[in-house]
């Protein structure tokens, strides 16, 4: 009985180690797949951190832009209030001018009627 029963423990030791051996090339296999994926993250972290850069490079430069725009904007904003004001300024000169015209002219009728009347009286 003692050598059924070591015979079936030896039989046992080799199935166990067939097993063994089985499951160390399973997972060899899979360590070979995972290393391979793993050899991918380095690059891809070096295109996240390039990809980072340019995203923060734009940032700067939209940064810059909307400050200049702004300035550029009061700037046309002064010049547009400072146009206005001459505008204002020059209508109001042109509305004096026309009424200075305005009151020649009628000084020049009244003066131009009253020379005819004169003259009326003169002739007669």
Do not use: G
Request: with cysteine; hydrophobic share 35%; charged share 35%.
């Amino acid at each position: 009985m003692k050598v059924i029963v070591s015979l079936l423990n030896d039989r046992i030791k080799v199935d166990d180690s067939s097993d063994s051996k089985r499951h160390i090339t399973e997972f060899k296999a899979e360590n070979v797949k995972l290393r391979k994926e793993n050899a991918v993250i380095p690059n891809l972290r070096n295109k996240l951190s390039v990809s980072d850069a340019k995203i923060a490079k734009l940032k700067r430069r939209n940064i810059e832009f909307l400050r200049a725009n702004k300035e550029y904007n009061e700037r046309c904003d002064a010049e547009n209030a400072k146009l206005r004001t001459r505008i204002k300024e020059m209508e109001s000169e042109f509305r004096d001018r026309i009424t200075k015209v305005e009151q020649k002219q009628t000084l020049n009728n009244n003066s131009f009627n009253n020379n005819s009347s004169n003259f009326n009286l003169v002739a007669n």
